[in-house]
């Protein structure tokens, strides 16, 4: 699994792409099932995913932190034993000013969280600024 992260239009598709030699097979976290990652050679706005999961799906609903790492870890690893070639592309949400919705704070927690565990797993991570990947792992 390969996961790739880099703030909103920094050329993380591209650079997928380009890198891996992964030019069909994608599907968008903006409106991708669950039962697709199992099968597609990649995912983008994996955060979008996670937010639509959010609402859509009560495995990720929680407030409490503590649970909140459980679900991620398991999540994690459902997704990992689902589709272990998977390359993941996601934005880094982080970084900038703090949501005032209280939705949106648990959100970016959510995608921390969860892209934290697949880091630890991942056969490789890369952060992507203005197209250029650098290797974390």
């Known amino acids: 699994?390969?996961?790739i992260i880099g703030g909103a239009y920094q050329g993380k598709l591209d650079y997928a792409k380009k890198t891996y030699g992964i030019e069909d097979?994608?599907?968008?976290?903006?409106?991708c099932d669950r039962m697709e990652?199992?099968?597609?050679?990649?995912?983008?706005?994996?955060?979008e995913y996670v937010k639509r999961a959010t609402l859509e799906e009560p495995w990720i609903c929680?407030?409490?932190l503590t649970l909140?790492?459980?679900?991620?870890?398991?999540?994690?690893?459902?997704?990992?034993q689902a589709n272990p070639e998977i390359t993941?592309?996601?934005?880094?949400l982080g970084y900038g000013i703090v949501p005032m919705e209280k939705?949106?704070?648990?959100?970016?927690?959510?995608?921390?969280r969860i892209c934290t565990c697949l880091a630890s797993e991942a056969d490789e991570v890369v952060?992507?600024?203005?197209g250029i990947g650098t290797r974390l792992k």
């Open 1 to 3: 699994m390969r996961l």
């Open 25 to 31: 097979g994608w599907i968008d976290g903006r409106s």
């Open 37 to 47: 990652i199992t099968a597609c050679r990649g995912i983008h706005h994996f955060h």
């Open 62 to 64: 929680t407030e409490d």
């Open 68 to 80: 909140l790492e459980e679900q991620a870890h398991d999540f994690s690893v459902w997704l990992l």
């Open 88 to 92: 993941i592309v996601s934005n880094e």
């Open 103 to 112: 939705s949106d704070r648990l959100w970016r927690e959510r995608v921390g």
């Open 127 to 130: 952060r992507v600024v203005c």
